[in-house]
């Protein structure tokens, strides 16, 4: 600067050459203190940076946290009908009279039905695929996100064994019946069942046959107990979802 040039000059000029050299010494210092302000400075820009796109990534979890929430209730009302209903086949069966209520029984049909649960893990392996994933690292939030996930393979490979099983009934199911009358029945209008020429009687043999069949009441007898354990098993992941929404706010409010 212009300013220490004419100090530097004015020493020189009186032979001042230890002043000279203290003033050096402390140019030099002045010089080192603001290279290090500004090495710090841009420390603390890069830890901004970084802490906002580490808060990004954490938004797209939360999000995709609470649209797995949002499937779940729903997945977690749809099995507990279900098994409320093929635990009451059950009972039925158990007491012999299953005879006694046919619509129970056709109505436990539902259980055939092949649901998964998939959850959106998108944010959360960008995350771990980042170099910002160590910010979390052993920290509450890392405990929650690896339990979550750990969680989720289980209810994976529940949902997996259950509906393999149904569809292999399902399958030998199909070589033993004709199920032309059944599907018609299920999912035709009862208004236009009425003007065609099989009578009602025939749908309801039919579907008797069908229900008595033992494939048909081993899915019942499997979805009576196993979706309570979907059930369950949702309901563990819902409680540490909501845990991870909890400790994002937290960060995030920081």
């Keep these: 600067m212009k300013f220490f ?3 530097r000059q004015k020493l020189l000029t ?3 050459f230890n002043k000279y050299f203290m003033y ?3 140019e030099i ?4 203190i603001g290279i290090l302000i500004a090495l710090q400075i841009n420390n603390w820009n890069q830890v901004r940076k970084d802490d906002q796109i580490l808060k990004d990534y954490l938004g797209k979890i939360k999000v995709h946290t609470l649209e797995d929430l949002r499937i779940l209730d729903t997945l977690t009302k749809y099995r507990t009908q279900i098994a409320t209903q093929c635990k009451k086949a059950r009972v039925r069966i158990l007491d012999k009279t299953e005879d006694e209520d046919l619509f129970l029984f056709m109505s436990c049909g539902v259980a055939f039905a092949d649901f998964y649960f ?3 893990t998108g944010g959360y392996e960008a995350l771990k695929n980042s170099v910002y994933f160590g910010k979390i690292n052993n920290t509450s939030l890392d405990s929650l996100l690896t339990n979550y996930h750990s969680i989720i393979e289980d209810i994976a490979e529940n949902e997996k064994s259950y509906n393999e099983y149904v569809v292999n009934q399902e399958t030998y199911l199909s070589t033993q019946f004709d199920t032309s009358l059944i599907l018609a029945s299920a999912f035709l209008p009862q208004d236009s069942l009425k003007i065609r020429a099989t009578p009602q009687s025939e749908y309801y043999q039919v579907f008797e ?3 008595a069949s033992a494939p048909y009441r081993n899915v019942i007898s499997l979805a009576a107990f196993q979706l309570d354990a979907m059930v369950l098993q949702y309901g563990q992941l ?3 979802g909501h845990g991870i929404i909890k400790e994002i706010d937290v ?4």
């Design 14 to 16: 009186e032979s001042k």
């Design 118 to 120: 998939k959850p959106n």
């Design 24 to 26: 050096a010494i402390g």
């Design 238 to 240: 819902k409680n540490v």
């Design 29 to 32: 210092v002045l010089v080192v």
């Design 209 to 211: 046959e069908y229900t």
């Design 251 to 254: 960060l995030d409010d920081k």
């Design 5 to 7: 040039r004419k100090i």
